[in-house]
């Protein structure tokens, strides 16, 4: 029922209705905080500056006061919402470490990734994750609900409404996929 609510949200949201941005928030909210604290849950950093409460409002900065969104259904926002909060991280991390204090935000990577660098720096798996999406888009989408997410293979199969096995096997390609790019040279 939440997902119905959500998708007609968004799609009001999409037809200029402002004020289903307040209403999609309100179901939304504790979701991209969980999303957020599993973010930051995989950082090397404990001491880290920024919050999931941060995290989550500048996200929602971005997704709203940006470019407009042509919104498909929840496991599209959702996704759209981790890749930000990802963004607000690799951001964040760039303008506390400065020209001066060295080394990046770090990220603690799946222990069933082939060949894992743990830690890996962060801007490095954005990259990979964005190449890897002009490969195979839904492989990406995979990693990131997965990975920046913390979401299940059966809750993203259910989200993207495609099969438990199409979910496994898009992550089995992106398994193998990242492991060949971070393997030492």
């Known amino acids: 029922m939440q997902a119905t609510n959500i998708t007609e949200l968004l799609h009001d ?3 200029g209705n402002r004020d289903a941005e ?19 849950s995989k950082e090397r950093r404990r001491d880290h500056t920024l919050q999931p409460t941060a995290m989550v409002h500048e996200a929602y900065l971005r997704i709203f006061h940006g470019a407009p969104v042509n919104w498909q259904d929840r496991a599209h926002f959702m996704a759209v919402a981790a890749s930000q909060m990802r963004r607000v991280l690799i951001d964040h ?3 506390v470490r400065g020209p001066r204090r060295g080394g990046g935000l770090k990220v603690e990577l799946p222990e069933d990734m082939p060949n894992p660098q743990s830690p890996c720096d962060l801007e490095v798996i954005d990259d990979l994750i964005e190449r890897l999406r002009k490969t195979d888009p839904e492989a990406a989408t995979v990693v ?4 920046f997410s913390g979401l299940t293979d059966k809750e993203i199969a ?28």
């Open 13 to 15: 949201i999409r037809g």
């Open 22 to 40: 307040g209403r999609l928030m309100d179901l939304v909210y504790s979701d991209l905080k969980v999303i957020a604290r599993r973010q930051m």
């Open 93 to 95: 991390g760039r303008a």
């Open 144 to 147: 990131e609900l997965k990975f």
């Open 158 to 185: 259910a989200n993207l409404g495609v099969s438990h096995s199409t979910i496994r096997r898009h992550w089995s390609f992106a398994r193998a996929w990242l492991g060949k790019h971070l393997a030492p040279a």
